[in-house]
């Protein structure tokens, strides 16, 4: 157990949709990031969020935003959803800010999103 | 460009054998290396890391990966294999040229046969 939790677990949506993950980091942690991760596929970098600000993002739309609260939690919010959405999107979360080297993130279990 | 390459999709391995999942990578400055596992329908749980000094990491569940860096890899290795070590591996890397962002490898199917 990582004590990165994540929710809900699994749940169904209609494309055009828009949707709510959440997370909760590892108690100490105060930079989470989202990952997408395809079936078959390795994680895909979304964004990164410390002390509640965007501070990386990767190759994804703006459809695709967050937020980060005081308490270090985090959301990820999917605007219009597409079919290629389908995925498991993975929180992980690491003990300091800036993305220094050797940093370890540490995952949650996932949310399962399939879109319809 | 950064990147990673596991070039085997699947690697399968007798209980009790050694095995290896190999990893090489391709980066700006000095790499900071990853191995991940993920188990079925499960979060990516984090085995072993290089920084630096030692080329032999060692980490959880008796994994551990050698870092060469003339030959850019840092294969995943286990003396003796364990059924329950099927799963789905992943190496990533960090550097100055990705802004230490990892990038991750595709991923190698180890499969442990009894």
């Known amino acids: 157990e990582t004590g990165v939790t994540q929710s809900p677990t699994h749940l169904i949506k209609t494309r055009g949709q828009q949707v709510t993950l959440r997370c909760s980091s590892q108690?100490?942690?105060?930079?989470v990031s989202w990952y997408q991760q395809a079936l078959g596929q390795g994680p895909q970098f979304i964004f990164q969020?410390?002390?509640?600000?965007?501070?990386g993002r990767g190759n994804f739309p703006p459809r695709f935003s967050g937020l980060q609260f005081p308490n270090y939690s985090s959301e990820l919010n999917v605007n219009a959803l597409e079919l290629d959405d389908s995925a498991l999107y993975l929180c992980?979360?690491?003990?300091?800010?800036?993305?220094?080297?050797?940093?370890?993130?540490?995952f949650g279990e996932g949310s399962w999103l399939t879109v319809v | 460009a950064q990147s990673v390459a596991q070039p085997e999709d699947q690697v399968n391995v007798a209980e009790g054998n050694p095995l290896t999942v190999k990893c090489t990578y391709s980066?700006?400055?000095?790499?900071?290396l990853f191995w991940y596992v993920q188990y079925p329908n499960r979060g990516l749980q984090f085995l072993l890391k290089?920084?630096?000094?030692d080329n032999l990491v060692k980490g959880s569940y008796g994994f551990e990966a050698e870092f060469n860096k003339s030959q850019t890899s840092f294969h995943l290795k286990k003396p003796s294999a364990l059924v329950s070590d099927s799963a789905l591996y992943f190496c990533?890397?960090?550097?100055?040229?990705?802004?230490?962002?990892?990038?991750w490898g595709a991923g190698t199917k180890l499969i442990i046969k009894p």
């Open positions: 992980a979360s690491s003990p300091h800010g800036d993305r220094g080297p050797g940093n370890t993130i540490y």
């Open positions: 969020y410390y002390r509640e600000e965007e501070n």
């Open positions: 980066v700006s400055g000095n790499p900071y």
């Open positions: 290089y920084i630096t000094g």
């Open positions: 990533a890397v960090s550097s100055p040229g990705s802004n230490y962002q990892l990038i």
């Open positions: 108690s100490g942690h105060n930079t």
